[in-house]
């Protein structure tokens, strides 16, 4: 935590991006976490939209600045910038939608290529009350979460407000345990500083071998 | 009878023998001649004896016996007559006794019924005692519990209609002898006198009342003409009223029609003839502001002067009666001047688009709001009309900044190739700007303005975020996009750290830098260590383990590469410069470049820490090679 905002009210920064395809519904997904409300036709996000909320993990405060990003093709390459110094990334699907799940593998790429290597990874399959309109399934969630290693895998409902505010405390929970065990990491590898405020320097080779990686 | 006894008493003599001396002597003594009744004796014996003889005597006798007799008989028959007259005498005696006996009853009668006349007179005399003394005490009671006649002129009031100043002690004397007959009447509660006196003073009272609303009307009509000095009796009849709420609000109301209709005569002519030689305000209509801000300040004066006028009708009235009355009249007095104020500042509203103007407008619409609400009440129509006025300014200029920033924010082009921010950023946060310094200066502070003042700084930034974003999609580079992305983000900071109620908006620009600070950053110092060829003995460094054997003896971390590379890295410190990321330099805030360009090399080095660590490792066998220490690389890159 290097970063020093006049805002004393917080033990812990995080930084969450949620990415997907458009229409995933990742607006929806983040409106319930913050508000508690949910608004069924959202505008389509331009760029990148910013919210903050504070949630207490084991008696501290954390705060989450969590960064919901345009799913259009367009803004790819703006939003990622913002994963550079993410430490937490929200993968969405919409489990009606087939074409959204395919494209993950895409937005785990981009991840790959410029987030951080111990970036804290979550698939969310949205909009599970269209129980009915299910194409992609539960399992196929799981897969892929074991495929890349994702801290978990949960299907959500911004309408029924199931499983939202879960998935961010169990994010919050992660990277706060994750920067706690982080801070000794840090003294043992020399003079690099593996926190939110500087982009490791891992995440610079990874750009030039990920192709070497998977 | 005298006769008959010296007869007798002479033969007794002569017949006596013994005492028969005597009687001779006596009878020789007696000079017979010299005795009258003896020479009446003789003369009546005389006639009767004519002869004198033995017998004489018995004749005599005889005869005078007879004739005894016969006087006797005479006697006794003159003697009943007189028995008869006595006998009635005595009738007639007996009947006067027996009407005197009458006439004494009748009087004894006469007597009791007089003594009855008596007593009733006394009677009567007690009762007209008492009924005098009533009378007297009925008197003192009218005198006390009714008015005088001078009172009862008074209270009917002048000829002209008004009252005069000896109106108010005959009213308040009604008020005290109705009372006073309302306590008598709680002591006994059926005395009826009591009942009539307070149902003449109530019907008095009412009238009088009534002639004193009628006056105060006059008077008020008289008032709304001249401006004089309110004469005493006014503020007495005003006070008079305190205990018929109901006139005393009728009174005002009829006050305040004549005030009404004179502060709305004063307003057109200040509008349209202008005051005291100045120019009418009309002529000011071009100029929104001073339009709007000398017709509220002429409002705001007339509602002052009305307030005194007011306060002084009312000084005679107990403070409550004033608090409750004063904000309703003043908001009466006021309401068709709202109406007026509100067609005029409609009118100059329309087709007026100019943000500030509009903000300063909504501005003085709130000065003026705080100032006159407590004079007329936040439920006037004059402080209703202005936040109206208010609200509708406010709509109109937010719909009309939103326009604006539309406008501008639609001619936005695609950055230069400076990355500097293109014209239409620089306009929008000049149009913030401007707002937001017309806000600063004429805040109150509070809730409102804070929401006010988000939502002025939404209405531009957030399109401006969404525009800047979607500029930069048709950039290609990801470093240019940064860099640009950056120096819009760096102008919005700057002119947001300059006002209060930013800190949100100031750590969402902050947040939004660092992301892209961390793409320069990582993209110029991957420029720098790739430059060198550093990149891949950095990542075979990372990777290797020593299982793997000697680090040298991997393919492109060999010793000649190593050193090549070493060769390279070098130069590169000798002219720091050479193989950075040109557009780096085309952030504007020296800050954020220094910032950028601080950590690229604290992340240089960091890289080469690990390299050097590796390298100094005798493991890894390179031998010979001459690296710079970490120490001295940080030195030469400071």
Redesign the interface.
Known sequence: MN?E???DSFDYLF?VVLIGDMGVGKTCVVQRFRNGTFVDRQGTT???D?T?KSLIVDGKRVKL?I?DT?GQE??R??T???Y??ANGIVLCYDITCKQSYESLERWIDDVSKFAAPNVVKVVVGTKADLESERIVQVEDGEQLQRRHGMLTFIETSAKENTNVDKTFYRLAETLKRQHDAGMSIESQI????LNS???P?????Q???SCCRY | MENGEPEKVAPASFSSANPAKKKIDKLIASKVHNDPAFAELMDYVSPIVSDIDIHTERRLMRKLEQRELELNKEYLKEFEKVNEHVQKFSDKVTAMHKICADLTDQIQQNKEKTQDLLNKTSALQNRKKVLELKQKTIDDFLAKFSLTEAEEKALDGNADGRVSSDFFPALDRAHSIYEQSKQLLRTCANHSAAMGVMEEMSKKMEAAYDVLYRSIQRECRVLSTEMVEVKGVIAESFAALKDRQILLKYALDDYANARKNNAMRAFSDILTRGAGGGKPLEVLSHDPLRYTGDMLAWIYECIGSEKDLLLLLLSKCPPEMIREHEQRVLASISAQLARTFKVRVEQTLTGEHESTLLYKLVSILAFYATKIEPIVGADSDLVQTIDELQQLTLNIFFSGLNQTVHKILTKMGTPDYDLLPVQAVHQSLMLLKEVLDVHDSTSSGGDESKARFDKMVASVLDPL??S???A??Q??S?VD??VY?LNCLSSIHSLLILYPFT??RI??A???M???E??L???E??AI??STGL?PI??KA?AHNQSQGPLSSISEADAATVKRALESFDHFLAQPHFGRIDQVARISNIKVRERVHT?TM??V???Y??IH?RLVDPFNKYEGLEAKT?EQVRDLLK
Request: hydrophobic share 35%; net charge neutral; glycine share 10%.
């Open positions: 970063r905002d006049g805002d930084k331009i760029g990148v910013f903050m600045q960064w345009g367009r803004f390459t703006i990622q910038s913002y550079r110094s020399e003079g690099i500083r405020g500087s982009t320097v891992g995440g610079l080779w750009k030039y071998e | 975020y969404r800047i974003q979607l930069t999609t950039l290609h990801p996009i940064s992305t800190d949100k750590e969402v902050l947040a939004l660092s992301g892209h961390d793409t950053i990582s993209e110092a991957s260590l790739s990149i950095y990542q990372m950590r604290e992340n080095v960091a890289a820490s690990i660590s970490v």
